[in-house]
């Protein structure tokens, strides 16, 4: 059985900072290239940003550059998101996945973790 994988989220005001945190008992983040996304109500789900298995990192939406950093910590089997100087317009759930290298299909494990930034 897997454990619960995203966590960290909650509710923060405008100018306030936390990290996500993303770790399944049974699954190596290690060997995969994880992603973090995120889908605000009522809208689609978007790749944020993206850590491959060679350490290369990625932030893929424009408004979170500068504020937003990906990191892993492989001894720890984790993937954490740096989430600073938080907007209302970042309120979303938050989810990360995980992607055999190579391959193009991601694979989502867990259910999220709710971000709300209060204005």
């Known amino acids: 059985q897997v454990q619960r994988v995203e966590s960290g989220g909650g509710l923060v005001q405008a100018g306030g900072s936390l990290r996500l945190s993303c770790a399944a008992s049974?699954?190596?983040?290690?060997?995969?290239?994880i992603a973090w996304s995120r889908q605000a109500p009522g809208k689609e789900r978007k790749f944020v940003a993206s850590?491959?298995?060679?350490?290369?990192?990625?932030i893929d939406v424009d408004s979170v550059k500068g504020r937003f950093t990906i990191s892993r910590d492989n001894a720890k089997n984790t993937v954490y998101l740096q989430m600073n100087s938080l907007i209302p317009d970042d309120t979303a759930v938050y989810f990360c996945?995980?992607?055999?290298?190579?391959?193009?299909?991601?694979?989502?494990w867990g259910q999220g973790t709710q971000v709300t930034v209060s204005s």
């Open positions: 996945a995980a992607r055999i290298p190579g391959t193009l299909s991601w694979v989502y």
């Open positions: 049974g699954r190596t983040v290690s060997t995969a290239d």
């Open positions: 850590s491959n298995r060679g350490g290369g990192n990625t």
